[in-house]
């Protein structure tokens, strides 16, 4: 222990304070995830000082009913910020709230141990319910004031015992694994600091909960070895290992470095001064000056905006306003050496609190450019959007301007800065912050001042009339072109709260300004009243508990400004999915477009490692983006067109972007939508018709093609689509809603492709029809089909769905040429089916449906047009009438249509080049159920790997579409996910090949047999000399007899060159990877299921590094199931190699290195990368690093393949 008079020891949150007089002080703060707070203190005393001392705790004499208690404690108060508390009582005595805590603190669970020792049980019982009260029933708060009872009752003899048997959960889990729980463990214990316990340190303070284990220390809350421990230094201080610290006149800075303190001559830089601030010396700026990088210079022009809203002004005054619009906040007035510019902020009503008016767009206009930032993403709600002239950009700096664009997830803030600028915009705080070099003083303009020192000018106009009042000033810098504005006549000032009862207000907010909270260390630096003022108000008037983040938030900005780091509660940081917060991360995460941000990595979201970040999500770098040719990044799915126009890239699957020239005359692809009942949406006149047959042609010197729909009854009586039918170059492909296609009439094998026609099902029940003439279709096979021509038919086409010419006028074109007057004439001169009864009467919902469902479908359907909402960022690319008229009028027929409405929107406004937006995560009643084990994807794949395209290339055109993916190793299989062995055996061009049938080729080359949902090829199949191979109907074949001298065989492992990486983890292992015409693993669950059905022998062919070729038989071979870990038995070894390697692998489970099943102390597979049936370690290792680790003793393998075949096969 120090001999030092006043010895204090920070541990954590609790601080030790030892005096060489007997006053001992234990001060420990807490903070329960309710946000309620407690703070206790215990005060030790020497016997010497009873009776002589007095305060808030009283005088010692041991009498009680000398205490006073009719001054509340008022007569104690100390410093000029105290306040009297209020008559605001949440849990008055024998209110429900107070019975509901009494009954959780359960004192009697201690009494029969500890009721006669503590004579003060009803005061600290009456504690506990009252906190618990206030805390909203936490319970961390009940196990606080059990373990005091208990410890109290300990302190005076008693013995609590294992209270916690009847509270499991207030027993502390022990997260530091060289940390354990102790029923009485000391409140002293050697800490990195103070090695040794006190030997004055008495046992009856003990009490439960985590302590470090033998042989480590405590070093702020964590248990760590001595040589992990800090330095102590010269002066008396002690630092933790990787720190600093600056003596106290700044004359020396000391560094720990493993435990040892490297010291050097410190001293302050020009602009700087030696001073203690929030405990620390340091240089810190003189008065006047502010941190840029390492340097101080002239303090900039400062201005805040936060909560809801309070506007600090560059000289300093502070006031609130309420009005909803963009505002102008900045502005220049001009001048020859500075950057002209302008922001704007958007206040709104928040969708988080309670509809209060909070900022939420930052829009930042700089040499004619404009960056917005919200907090909006429609792509990944609850994240930030950026947008550059209205569009997503594809990478954030332009190095024309020096201008830097930086998004820090963890931090929650987007920061814009120049070599004049730093702009920081908090979106989930809703906050702004913005330094301007002080150059700019007194050249600025707009609600956030002027920046020229004098506060009483701030709310001048520009014509320097002064308002009449505050909402005239704000209502000056509105910006109410073209969106709703509301702006109040009137705005109550801060101060003016003064004469209401704000003690509800005050004790909500009360954490920002007190004095042993989170934010103790700055209060002395930056006054927090401001904000605690801003937050009374606030919760004042909306009583919503949530704002008082607001206020904190920003007060916690206001403190790193100044130089002040305030610790932040981890778990509150919501990183995106998949990524982890990480407080100590110094270098920045690793992108797909290989973009670091320096000024925001310090504390930000990281992938696991191994992965890289596209976007707002992590992938492995084989599955990132492209690299345009100039230089800009786009991920998979999205598209790049250069500034002329010239050049369209975009992005499939690899690292290269499909480049196609946009010719002069080339325009992006139109689209027609089949909707619903349907309404078809063509050139922006929608028609509601009830037709059986329609058709849509082309004329002129293109190849001709005729695209015919038919509509059927559905249960309701309400038509809708039921097939499609394709006329082209004399083939009739046809598709019906059952997902059955026919080419003249034949049934035909989905998915398929010729030369001039592809079609694909997709597992949630869509067709995707594309043809090699610029005509696509996506059928969902129940309503609606989006029909998308390339533009070359432009002014080419005619038909139930317009002409597709850009002029409205002829949109209801019939086939001899002349305008139709109405819509029933143009519907029934398209019939194609002489057999179909004309339509006679157009159905207008809005006649015969109630006023009440009109009413509905305008609010169901108003999100279309929102200009605020989810879908304006898409009003720029389609105009919203003419789908929120049509999707009112599907509404109108049945609101089962609505979210179909909703997706034609969505769809048609990412081909026009909008943005891709995840709306069915909005309306939830829109989301799309996936069959089949699965899942939603909103940029999935057109063609997903299935058992009859297992890789998903052949029969695909499309990259990114709204589907239905499979999970990573499941392939399709109709409309459910299946592992690879649960496919049926198909060959390409052929199909299904049934359980034990046979199919020869043409040729009669090789044979195929389906065995056990496996297909086996017997490549030595022919027709022997008296044997011809003829055609016989559909199946062909040896006329006289066949021959099979071949071997029916499965390959499970192949390696030949490297090409393939096989240190996998367990799930690759078990599902399989790589690719079955070059290296690969089948997978262990499809070995097992294979060798589980018969007896089957197992080969092992190599080919060494020299060119030796050996082999391995053996006779028996099985892989057991997951369960028991793929464990691999053999029986009968025969062979040429040298040594048979498998012999202490025999009944051996698998392991990877994220699964270790072998029998060594370390994991083999970690050490020798590669799964494989380890023992301790191995003799074999064919999955082992290629060129030295793919080892069978005593060689190393060039190639190596093995293999399963049915046992006497020969």
Request: aromatic share 10%; proline share 4%; glycine share 8%.
């Amino acid at each position: 222990m120090s001999t030092d008079p006043v010895f204090i020891e920070e541990l954590s949150d609790i601080i030790h304070i030892y005096t060489d007089f007997g006053l001992y002080i234990e001060s420990y703060i807490g903070k329960y995830s309710s946000n309620f707070h407690y703070e206790s203190v215990y005060v030790n005393l020497p016997q010497t000082y009873e009776g002589k001392v007095c305060g808030l705790l009283g005088d010692a004499d041991g009498h009680t009913n000398d205490f006073p208690e009719a001054n509340n404690g008022d007569k104690w108060k100390t410093g000029s910020n105290c306040e009297t508390p209020g008559d605001y009582d949440p849990c008055p005595v024998g209110s429900s709230a107070w019975t509901a805590a009494s009954r959780l603190c359960q004192f009697d669970r201690l009494d029969e141990d500890c009721k006669d020792f503590v004579n003060q049980r009803e005061t600290l019982l009456n504690s506990c319910i009252k906190d618990v009260c206030e805390s909203n029933y936490d319970q961390e708060v009940v196990c606080h004031w059990l373990k005091a009872y208990a410890n109290e009752c300990r302190l005076r003899g008693g013995s609590p015992g294992t209270w916690w048997d009847d509270v499991p959960q207030c027993v502390e889990p022990c997260t530091d694994p060289k940390s354990e729980w102790t029923d009485c463990g000391s409140k002293c214990f050697p800490t990195c600091r103070e090695q040794t316990v006190p030997s004055d340190c008495e046992d009856s303070t003990c009490e439960a909960g985590c302590r470090c284990k033998e042989g480590t220390y405590q070093e702020n809350g964590k248990c760590v070895f001595r040589h992990q421990c800090g330095c102590s230094l010269e002066d008396g201080n002690y630092i933790q290992d990787g720190t600093s610290h600056m003596f106290e006149d700044c004359s020396t800075r000391c560094t720990c470095d493993l435990g040892e303190s490297i010291c050097e001559t410190a001293g302050c830089k020009v602009n700087e001064e030696c001073k203690v601030m929030a405990g620390k010396a340091d240089c810190y700026c003189a008065d006047g000056y502010k941190r840029r990088g390492t340097e101080c210079t002239n303090e900039p022009c400062h201005t805040e905006i936060w909560g809801e809203v309070h506007v600090l002004t560059f000289d300093g005054q502070s006031f609130p306003y309420h009005g909803l619009c963009w505002f102008t906040l900045i502005n220049t007035t001009g001048s020859q050496n500075l950057a002209d510019f302008e922001i704007q902020g958007r206040i709104l009503t928040s969708t988080d609190f309670n509809q209060l008016p909070i900022l939420r767009g930052v829009l930042f206009i700089f040499n004619e450019d404009e960056f917005e930032l919200n907090d909006q993403n429609p792509d990944i709600p609850g994240y930030p959007q950026l947008l550059v002239n209205g569009h997503k950009p594809h990478r954030h700096d332009d190095p024309t301007t020096s201008l830097t664009i930086e998004v820090n997830l963890a931090s929650e803030v987007i920061v814009i800065s120049t070599d004049w600028l730093d702009l920081r915009f908090h979106y989930k705080n809703h906050s702004l912050n913005v330094d301007l070099d002080y150059k700019y003083t007194n050249h600025l303009s707009g609600m956030c001042g002027s920046c020229n020192g004098n506060i009483s000018d701030d709310l001048i106009l520009p014509n320097e009339n002064e308002p009449s009042s505050l909402s005239d000033f704000a209502k000056y810098w509105a910006q109410e072109d073209g969106i709703d504005c509301t702006l109040p006549e009137e705005v109550m000032a801060v101060s003016s709260l003064q004469h209401f009862n704000l003690s509800e207000a005050k004790d909500v907010c009360y954490e920002i300004i007190r004095r042993s909270g989170p934010y103790r260390d700055c209060l002395e630096v930056v006054d927090g009243h401001r904000y605690y003022n801003s937050c009374i108000y606030d919760y004042f008037f909306m009583k919503e508990p949530g704002i008082v983040g607001l206020h904190a938030g920003q007060y916690r900005e206001a403190c790193k400004y100044e130089g002040i780091d305030i610790e932040i509660n981890e778990n509150s940081i919501q990183c995106p999915s998949g990524m982890t917060y990480n407080p100590g991360s110094s270098s920045c995460q690793e992108t797909c477009s290989n973009e670091t941000y320096a000024k925001t990595c310090q504390g930000s979201c990281v992938c696991p490692e191994g992965m890289v970040l596209d976007k707002y999500r992590c992938v492995y770098r084989k599955d990132c983006g492209c690299d345009t040719p100039y230089g800009v990044y786009i991920s998979v799915g999205e598209e790049y067109i250069n500034n002329d126009c010239s050049v369209r890239c975009t992005c499939g699957k690899g690292s290269k972007c499909h480049v196609s020239i946009i010719n002069a005359t080339q325009k992006p692809r139109v689209q027609s939508f089949l909707i619903a009942e349907p309404v078809i949406v063509g050139m922006g006149i929608p028609a509601m018709v009830q037709y059986v047959n329609f058709s849509y042609q082309i004329t002129g010197d293109l190849p001709a093609f005729r695209l015919i729909g038919r509509f059927g009854d559905a249960a309701d009586t309400i038509h809708r689509l039921i097939g499609l039918r394709l006329e082209y170059i004399g083939l009739e492909y046809e598709l019906t809603e059952d997902g059955t296609l026919s080419l003249d009439g034949d049934e035909m094998y989905v998915p398929y492709g010729d030369d001039h026609v592809s079609v694909s099902l997709l597992i949630d029940g869509k067709a995707i029809f594309s043809t090699d003439f610029g005509l696509t279709i996506m059928y969902d096979l129940s309503s609606m089909a989006t029909i998308t021509i390339a533009m070359e038919w432009l002014d080419m086409t005619a038909g139930l769905c317009g002409t597709c010419n850009n002029k409205q006028e002829d949109e209801f074109l019939m086939p001899y040429g002349s305008i139709a007057n109405n819509v029933m004439e143009f519907g029934n001169s398209w019939l194609v089916d002489d057999g179909c009864t004309p339509n006679q009467k157009s159905i207008d919902p809005l006649v015969i449906l109630s006023t009440e469902q009109e009413m509905l479908g305008k609010a169901s359907c108003y999100i279309i047009g929102d200009p605020y909402g989810f879908f304006s960022p898409c009003h720029d690319y389609v105009n919203p009438k003419e789908h929120y008229d049509g999707c009112v009028s599907d509404y109108l027929i049945d609101p089962r249509y609505f979210c179909d409405a909703i997706e034609s929107y969505a769809t048609r406004c990412k081909a026009r080049g909008g943005p891709r937006l995840n709306w069915r995560l909005t309306l939830t009643q829109c989301s799309m159920a996936c069959p089949g084990g699965s899942s939603y994807n909103d940029c999935g794949e057109a063609c997903n790997p299935s058992c009859v395209d297992p890789y998903g290339l052949t029969y695909c055109d499309i990259d990114c579409i709204e589907t239905c993916t499979c999970p990573f190793g499941t392939l399709m299989m109709n409309t459910t996910c299946v592992r690879l062995h649960e496919c049926p055996c198909f060959i390409t061009d052929v199909g299904v090949i049934n359980e034990g049938d046979s199919y020869v080729d043409p040729l009669c080359n090789s044979r195929y047999t389906c065995q056990e949902q496996t297909l086996l090829r017997d490549e030595d199949y022919s027709c022997g000399e008296n044997a011809l191979c003829t055609d016989r109907g559909n199946e062909h074949g040896c006329s006289v007899k066949t021959a099979m001298t071949g071997m029916d065989k499965l390959v499970f492992h192949k390696r030949v060159d490297g090409t393939e990486n096989f240190d996998r983890d367990w799930e690759d292992y078990k599902n399989g990877f790589g690719h079955l015409n070059a290296e690969f693993w089948l997978g262990n669950e499809a070995i097992h299921y294979v060798s589980s059905q018969k007896i089957y022998s197992m080969r092992v062919d190599l080919l060494d590094t020299s060119g030796y070729s050996t082999y391995a038989n053996y006779e028996v071979t099985s892989v057991g199931s997951m369960e028991q870990n793929y464990v691999l038995h053999w029986e009968g070894f025969t062979g040429t190699v040298i040594v048979n390697a498998l012999t202490s692998h025999n009944d051996m489970a698998f392991s990877t290195f994220d699964r270790d099943n072998d029998l060594s102390n370390g994991n083999c597979a970690a050490q020798y990368p590669g799964g494989w049936w380890f023992n301790n370690c191995y003799y074999s290792n064919l999955n082992g690093d290629y060129g030295s680790g793919n080892y069978w003793m005593p060689v190393v393998a060039e190639e190596s393949e093995m293999k399963l075949r049915p046992q006497g096969a020969s």
